[in-house]
């Protein structure tokens, strides 16, 4: 695409290409029972290393070739990618989308990572474990639906990334 065609730089509307808005990593709280466990551990002083070593084997499991996931917000739609290629596994586009909604657990505060449920025609079309600082993407995912969906922005109200 040329950049001279472009009103605002970095601004593409989703008739002319797809364009990343945002993209996350999984954290450690995507496995809950290692998460859990790694939280209990690590209020020992002794057990502290272990935990670290349970946490770690999750936390760089998210890089492994085979492992590897990561949720990419674009103008278009709301992709979870696996492996280091990025093949898409689950797609859903951000007309299909009516709402996101956290879901915490107890281990929310100490990761602070939550998961987010995808809803669409009153079910849940997507689901992504373990999102870090999962109010701000849940804000982002909004807001592209009413910035890039015609005629969404009547029907819901814009909220700023950094509202909570």
Do not use: H
């Given at each position: ?40 551990l ?60 956290l ?22 079309a ?39």
């Amino acid at each position: 695409m040329d950049i001279r065609l472009q009103a605002v730089t970095g601004v593409v509307p989703p008739e002319l290409a797809e364009a990343r808005i945002r993209e996350v990593w999984p954290s450690v709280a995507r496995a809950p029972g290692i998460a859990a466990l790694g939280k209990s551990l690590t209020r020992t002083i002794v057990l502290a290393p272990l935990a670290w070593m349970l946490m770690a084997m999750v936390y760089f499991g998210k890089v492994l070739p085979v492992f590897a996931r990561r949720y990419e917000l674009t103008n278009r739609r709301l992709v979870v990618r696996k492996g280091w290629s990025g093949k898409i596994s689950e797609e859903i586009p951000l007309d299909k989308i009516d709402d996101v909604e956290l879901v915490t657990d107890a281990n929310t505060e100490f990761f602070r990572a939550a998961t987010l449920r995808i809803l669409s025609a009153g079910k849940e079309a997507l689901t992504l474990p373990g999102v870090p600082d999962p109010e701000s993407f849940r804000q982002a995912i909004i807001n592209a639906c009413n910035a890039w969906v015609p005629g969404r922005s009547k029907s819901l109200p814009f909220v700023a990334a950094s509202a909570k």
